[in-house]
């Protein structure tokens, strides 16, 4: 990512109070959220949003700049939002009905535990308003908020956006070997990964750690197509499968790259294609634009595609 983009990620963040709590502990590794308050926030309810980071499912943090979009942190200050960010479990030391059991967990928190948390911290001033909460997700982030739109209760989120996801995990994509450079990256060696697995520990749980630690471990599960064999077999990890049987959706704005070198286009298009299929008069909004992978990352809220998609979450979001 362009050294100026993260910078100025970097630079946003002093314009939040930032708390890190810990909202589930397995096998005695903590699993943390960061809460982002505005400064400028004031007393009152507050609309919230939650964003899931990228890297593949199996590296990435909360409040790692290179995976944290600017343009959120703008709309949550224009709002006065108080922004969530979640670490979760990584692959392939968990597995994916782990990390979905994790998400359950969070989601818990969420619900019975946040706004303690954020009274702690504000001597309960600001208050955060879940019943308005708008759910974002970038690459393997997407996974999860679309995960969590599917799983959780009918109504839990006034809208999603999904940002160049991580949606048809039995693709090829993810599940064939051949040549595949994302972002210009060459190709691992085949011995790179079956070293890592080897030398797992029983039992152990990673849930964040900042590229370019294990960028290359994500890349050689892509490469090689070994993400089912960490997945696992259950049907409810595979987003596809699932939605399939889905009864309703929160309006969705979801978006990718023509030019995906990390994850593929047709990702979104599948997505996209099944989701209207079952729910018809479903509320969704696509976008694709000229772009490799991230290529939001210097988006500004006056980006006119970018614009159009706030302005259909914020009509649900909002109101």
């Not at 400064?39 to 890297?55: N, S």
């Not at 359950?104 to 309960?124: D, I, R, Y």
């Not at 939605?243 to 593929?264: M, T």
């Amino acid at each position: 990512m362009d050294p100026a983009v993260i910078a100025a990620v970097q630079a946003k963040f002093t314009a939040f109070d930032i708390h890190n709590f810990t909202y589930q502990v397995v096998n005695g590794h903590a699993i943390t959220a960061d809460v982002l308050i505005p400064k400028t926030i004031k007393p009152g309810k507050h609309p919230v949003i939650v964003t899931f980071h990228g890297g593949y499912l199996i590296t990435g943090s909360s409040l790692f700049p290179g995976h944290f979009q600017r343009w959120i942190m703008d709309f949550a200050l224009e709002h006065s939002a108080v922004l969530i960010r979640p670490n979760y479990r990584k692959l392939p030391e968990s597995t994916g009905l782990e990390i979905l059991e994790n998400l359950a967990g969070f989601w818990k928190w969420f619900h019975e535990g946040l706004q303690t948390a954020v009274k702690s911290t504000t001597a309960g001033a600001p208050q955060v308003d879940r019943s308005r909460t708008l759910l974002i997700g970038h690459s393997a982030g997407a996974y999860l908020a679309v995960q969590s739109a599917i799983s959780q209760p009918a109504r839990t989120f006034r809208a999603v956006i999904a940002a160049y996801g991580m949606l048809d995990m039995k693709s090829a994509w993810f599940t064939s070997h051949f040549e595949k450079h994302p972002m210009g990256r060459p190709m691992m060696p085949p011995s790179f990964l079956d070293q890592h697995l080897a030398a797992m520990k029983p039992g152990e749980v990673i849930s964040a750690v900042s590229p370019p630690a294990r960028a290359d471990l994500a890349l050689a599960t892509v490469q090689y197509g070994r993400y089912p064999e960490m997945l696992g077999d259950e049907r409810s990890v595979y987003p596809m499968e699932i939605l399939e049987s889905v009864e309703s959706f929160p309006p969705l704005f979801i978006y990718h790259g023509r030019e995906d070198s990390a994850v593929e286009v047709q990702q979104t298009e599948v997505f996209v294609g099944k989701l209207k299929e079952v729910l018809p008069e479903g509320r969704v909004l696509v976008k694709y634009e000229h772009g490799d992978h991230g290529f939001d990352a210097p988006a500004r809220l006056e980006t006119p595609w970018l614009k159009e998609g706030l302005e259909f979450v914020s009509v649900d979001w909002l109101r």
